[in-house]
């Protein structure tokens, strides 16, 4: 089955706790992407990847990383989370960037 | 880099009437416009999209409609039924230099009453 996941679909950290969200797609696309989603803000890029190895900041980059090491694969990397990246995580994937994308299931995170 | 403003922010249609949702963009390098739908506690999924060369597409109960001129694009929906009740969100494929990004508007919530 075609899909995107994520994990953990839910996690709760405290402020400077290092934490990976993971995102794995099985389409061989070469464009993946996250964004948050926060209420009344919509869903805003934080980072996306045209390929292995190239990737670029979004609208939201501040206080994120991410790496692409091999297709399928692209994790989102908070170093140093804080109380205000509390929020709905989704990670995407497309054949490139102006092809349907397809979402995974979404990651809420709270950081207190 | 692009903006996109989406209007309006919630819009309530009663079974079987219409629903038009506008956005606007500033980027006028942008060539693709895709409308995500996202139902209640779901991921967003895509409904239509359309490209730069082309100013209508239809599918079935759903059109989107595009001015380039004036930069901006819309999302009709015919007979609308209470299925159709969910976020809806408009987005635009913005260039920086050979990168491209995708932002989108920030919703419309709308609900279809019996």
């Known amino acids: 089955e075609a899909q995107v996941t994520q994990n953990p679909r839910y996690l709760i950290t405290v402020t400077g706790k290092k934490l990976t969200v993971t995102c794995s797609q099985n389409?061989?696309?070469?464009?993946m992407s996250w964004y948050r989603q926060d209420p009344g803000l919509g869903l805003r890029q934080i980072y996306y990847?045209?390929?292995?190895?190239?990737?670029d900041k979004g609208d939201v980059p501040e206080g994120y990383k991410v790496s692409r090491k091999e297709k399928r694969n692209f994790p989102l990397i908070l170093e140093s989370p804080s109380p205000n990246q509390t929020s709905l995580y989704f990670c995407a994937s497309s054949l490139e960037a102006t092809y349907e994308q397809y979402f995974g299931p979404g990651t809420r995170l709270t950081v207190t | 880099g692009e903006n996109v403003e989406q209007h309006p922010s919630t819009l309530s249609v009663q079974e079987g009437d219409s629903a038009v949702i506008k956005c606007t963009y500033s980027d006028s390098a942008s060539n693709y416009f895709p409308w995500y739908k996202q139902e209640l506690g779901k991921r967003p999924q895509l409904i239509i999209d359309i490209r730069s060369n082309v100013g209508e597409k239809k599918d079935q109960r759903i059109a989107v409609t595009l001015n380039k001129t004036a930069k901006h694009f819309s999302l009709h929906i015919t007979e609308t039924q209470p299925e159709d009740s969910a976020v809806y969100f408009c987005?635009?494929?913005?260039?920086?230099?050979?990168?491209?990004?995708?932002?989108f508007g920030t919703g419309t919530r709308l609900q279809v009453t019996l």
């Open positions: 987005a635009a494929r913005g260039y920086t230099g050979t990168a491209s990004k995708l932002t």
């Open positions: 990847s045209m390929n292995v190895e190239v990737t």
């Open positions: 389409m061989n696309h070469e464009y």
